[in-house]
């Protein structure tokens, strides 16, 4: 871990998730993009899989967020119950401020 | 589209197969060899994802778990100039004459 | 299928023989010896579920240790003797309760704590899995034979970046004074992933 980066969320914050399709490899699932979810944990920085994955060192680190969303803002039909959860892992830079 | 990869992005409503795949030596040993690549420094986690979601939707979806594996270590080994593919083709056919 | 890996008509034998030869090339040129390949799938072979078990039974017994190892699962494992490698990703613990469930899943590829509990089962780097457990946890706990109740919390987390998460199950009812070796028995590979809870102790017992 890397911790020289300033992360800019806090837990609790608000955050929406980007919205893109490099060609190239990434790690943010299309199904949380564009959605609201909220900062559960803030665990540091870490290489940027981005890089990484075409032989690059990685840097600058990334702050990697574990975000929390209501599993029926994210699918229309959710079954469950409304407190029902999901979470994931995503990097700063997939991250929006509302 | 979602990517090949990107699957809780992608409809599914098959059966989880609950059955469990008795490892065979080959893929024992594919498995182990992508950790040695990467104590060798010739993969990363990330690289070896990147090999595998440029497989093609088809490819992925029939190829079964190592068999990807072994297809985009070969894809890492051959873009670093460890090997070319002519050379992984001509020692297939060597093995294969000697399994004769 | 092929998805799990069960078909092996048409492309294993010529995947098998490839391995082979990239290895034969890798031998060749120096790079590594098939000493290096078998000594690391020895080494790969030598974590299992019991290892998780054991770790999360002590859990279950010991508060206290529950507690450092839900804020720093690889101290907590170090101090069982579980040295993870300094190459393996980071690792957290997830408790379950009476009010929340959890499960994990990678759905980008077949993220696990191998580091702890060794190679994941087929189904969960299969399609079906991967899809199902984000939109419809709770029709995926049905298929592994879980009910929860709807006042439960199902919290579904998607490995997808550093971190693997190894889920601690609720300590089942009638447990008490049970040995920690008998509870690890309850401790399966799918209650650590999540799609189960630990076994009751009736299901042992009478097994």
């Not at chain 1, 029926?72 to 407190?83: C, E, K, M, R, V």
């Not at chain 2, 182990?32 to 994802?49: F, H, M, P, W, Y």
């Not at chain 2, 873009?79 to 297939?92: F, L, R, Y």
């Not at chain 3, 508060?63 to 957290?92: C, I, Q």
């Amino acid at each position: 871990m890397a911790s020289s980066t300033t992360a800019r969320y806090r837990p609790g914050d608000q955050v929406r998730i980007r919205v893109g399709t490099p060609p190239t490899h990434f790690r943010t699932p299309e199904y949380v993009q564009g959605k609201l979810g909220r900062i559960d944990t803030l665990y540091g920085a870490f290489k940027n899989p981005e890089s990484l994955a075409y032989g690059g060192d990685g840097l600058p680190a990334q702050p990697l967020y574990r975000v929390e969303f209501a599993q029926t803002d994210l699918w229309q039909n959710y079954s469950g119950p409304a407190t029902d959860t999901l979470l994931i892992d995503i990097y700063e830079h997939w991250l929006e401020s509302i | 589209m979602p990517k090949v990869h990107d699957r809780g992005s992608w409809p599914n409503d098959d059966p989880i197969d609950h059955s469990e795949h008795e490892m065979e030596e080959w893929e024992r040993k594919v498995d182990a060899l992508s950790s040695v690549l990467g104590e060798k420094g010739l993969k990363n986690t990330d690289q070896l994802r990147r090999a595998i979601e440029s497989l093609d939707l088809k490819t992925y979806e029939s190829l079964s778990y190592y068999e990807k594996w072994t297809a985009a270590m070969e894809t890492l080994l051959v873009e670093q100039g460890v090997m070319t593919t002519a050379e992984i083709d001509a020692k297939m056919s060597e093995l294969e004459r000697g399994q004769k | 299928m092929a998805e799990n890996g069960h078909n092996h008509g048409d492309n294993a034998e010529y995947y098998a023989l490839r391995a082979e030869a990239i290895q034969a090339l890798l031998v060749e040129k120096g790079v590594c010896s098939i000493n290096d390949i078998l000594s690391m799938a020895d080494k790969l072979d030598s974590r299992s579920p019991k290892d998780g078990a054991k770790v999360l039974a002590h859990a279950w017994v010991d508060p206290a240790y529950k507690e450092r190892l839900l804020a720093d699962a690889e101290s907590a494992l170090l101090e069982l003797g579980y040295d993870l490698p300094e190459t393996a990703p980071r690792l957290t613990v997830l408790e379950n309760t009476s009010e929340v469930h959890h499960m994990a899943v990678c759905t980008l590829c077949s993220c696990y704590p191998r580091a702890i509990i060794g190679r994941p089962p087929a189904w969960y780097k299969g399609l079906a899995y991967r899809s199902k457990v984000v939109v419809d946890p709770r029709g995926v706990l049905k298929e592994f034979g879980t009910e929860l109740d709807e006042s439960v919390q199902v919290r579904v987390i998607d490995s997808s970046a550093d971190y693997r998460y190894l889920v601690l199950p609720t300590r089942p009812a009638g447990t008490e004074g049970m040995s920690e070796e008998e509870l690890a028995k309850l401790i399966t590979q799918e209650s650590m992933i999540g799609v189960a809870l630990a076994l009751s102790p009736e299901s042992v017992s009478t097994s």
